[in-house]
């Protein structure tokens, strides 16, 4: 991409004066200083990517680096996509670009390092068994990652589509405040255009209909992804979760006839032991059933997202039963022994939720 190239060949554009912290380009030697040579002890996690390392500059400043596992073109092109994507982008709820190599076939991208590491840790990783996040952190944290994908779709020019919002790319500073992160996925919407057709990349469970069965992506599809989001944080369950041998619910299945019935404090996580808002609660559900909608039109904008999760809904009853109605989605063995990796078949079908109980 030209951006890139230009900043490749060392022509670094010229950085607005208003920007907090200025981006730089990375040797190879210092990175390598840094993380101790990209020692194990100091891996933070591992992904289809590659992986990402902690590290530590000469004046003291803790990074995060993350380093592509093999040199392809592939891989190039999304290296390209969140350099530029990450150059273009400066906001509180976004993970800001420290800097970046690309030296022969080496790329990494440098990132500010983010004690909390990721919302999945807390939820269902190593931070799990501390029970760190109460209700007010996951309400920020909601509340921060929509306003960065607001920024994303409505502020950002032109407008960007992340195309893989799930929890472990909603990174948590020290204060638990909500950074998205990890752009190798996004796509840039030209002006003017509804939808952009392509490759369909992301994490099953999380995908919308549309973008997951013909390819068609929109910023609707972040916002379906939200919603999955908005589910996840405040019950604790994974988007998909196996009930037993070559059995998985999403978690949309799990929640639509809790959903259906008003049984909504059923949706919380137990962790919480009870201490939660309940018209909150109320709130947040409301914008997940609005978010995760089969029909992209039926969707909210993430402004729409912002504004209610802030203020609640403005003329519409919480206890609206148009409003608080889940639709399943029902994905084809394929996609089911393809999650947590790339998505290759297109195969999945909708159907309408019911007041059916669901198993516990």
């Avoid at 592509?68 to 994507?85: G, H, P, R, Y």
Wanted: charged share 25%.
């Amino acid at each position: 991409m030209e951006y890139l190239e230009r900043c490749i060949c060392g022509r670094v554009p010229r950085q607005k004066s208003s920007e907090k912290k200025e981006w730089r380009i990375f040797s190879l030697k210092e990175l390598h200083s840094a993380t101790n040579s990209f020692n194990y002890d100091n891996k933070l996690g591992e992904g289809g990517f590659g992986s990402v390392y902690w590290g530590q500059l000469w004046d003291g400043s803790q990074i995060a680096v993350k380093r592509l596992k093999v040199w392809s073109t592939k891989a190039e092109m999304e290296f390209s996509v969140e350099v530029e994507i990450l150059g273009r982008v400066r906001h509180k709820n976004l993970l800001s670009l420290r800097g970046y190599c690309a030296e022969g076939q080496e790329r990494l991208i440098v990132y500010d390092y983010m004690p909390n590491l990721s919302l999945l840790s807390h939820l269902h990783g190593q931070f799990a068994p501390d029970n760190q996040l109460d209700w007010d952190k996951r309400m920020n944290i909601a509340i921060g990652s929509a306003e960065g994908l607001e920024y994303l779709h409505h502020n950002a020019t032109p407008h960007i589509i992340h195309r893989d919002v799930k929890a472990s790319n909603v990174l948590l500073n020290s204060d638990f405040e909500a950074q998205v992160a990890d752009f190798g996925f996004a796509k840039l919407v030209p002006e003017g255009a509804t939808h952009v057709t392509t490759r369909v990349k992301g994490t099953l469970g999380y995908l919308a209909p549309e973008y997951a069965m013909w390819g068609k992506v929109s910023e609707s599809c972040d916002v379906y992804s939200f919603g999955i989001l908005l589910l996840e944080l405040i019950s604790g369950k994974k988007p998909i979760e196996k009930l037993g041998p070559g059995t998985k619910r999403t978690i949309v299945e799990w929640a639509a006839p809790l959903v259906f019935q008003g049984r909504l404090t059923e949706l919380v996580d137990p962790k919480l032991q009870g201490k939660f808002n309940a018209e909150e609660l109320k709130n947040v559900v409301h914008v997940a059933t609005m978010c995760a909608q089969n029909t992209p039109e039926n969707r909210p904008t993430m402004h729409e997202v912002v504004q209610i999760l802030r203020k609640g809904p403005r003329g519409e009853s919480l206890e609206s039963e148009k409003k608080l109605k889940l639709d399943t989605v029902k994905y084809g063995d394929e996609l089911l022994e393809a999650d947590d990796s790339e998505v290759k078949t297109r195969t999945a079908t909708t159907t309408p939720s019911s007041g059916r109980r669901s198993a516990a």
